[in-house]
């Protein structure tokens, strides 16, 4: 009887181990939180861009050069503080945002890879792509 428990016990351990992967745990949701978060951040910021230069950037070096300027902000002592680390180096798996676009008048599509277990990919792209051809024209 003896041995049954302990065989019994062992299986048990067993069959506990092999289903649990460490996959869901607290540290990847938050990871994918921190990822999503930024790629929100980012949309709004494209946004922005879109705004004040009437297209999106051309590529993926024009991109991380004139979008990195808008995470900076600033402290009560009015001192800027760049987030681009925090928010982009730190959150992503190899520390980049990779950016995509066709016609950078229209849309775009910017992901990147979460720090998670998976390294979930998030990405973010606008809302509606942008009709160049109805755009009213500066008198």
Known sequence: MKKF???LMLIMV???LSCSKNKG???D???IKDAQRTMTKLSNLMEQYYVENESYPLNQEQFE???RPYFITYNTENQEVDKWDEMV???FYEGKINYITKDPKKAYFAFGKAKDSNKTVV???PAIQHDST???KPE
């Open 25 to 27: 745990t607290f540290l």
């Open 14 to 16: 067993l069959f506990t």
């Open 123 to 125: 990405f973010c792209r």
């Open 89 to 91: 180096e730190k959150v």
């Open 134 to 136: 109805n755009m009213p």
């Open 5 to 7: 428990a302990v065989v």
């Open 65 to 67: 050069k004139e979008i």
């Open 29 to 31: 949701f938050a990871a």
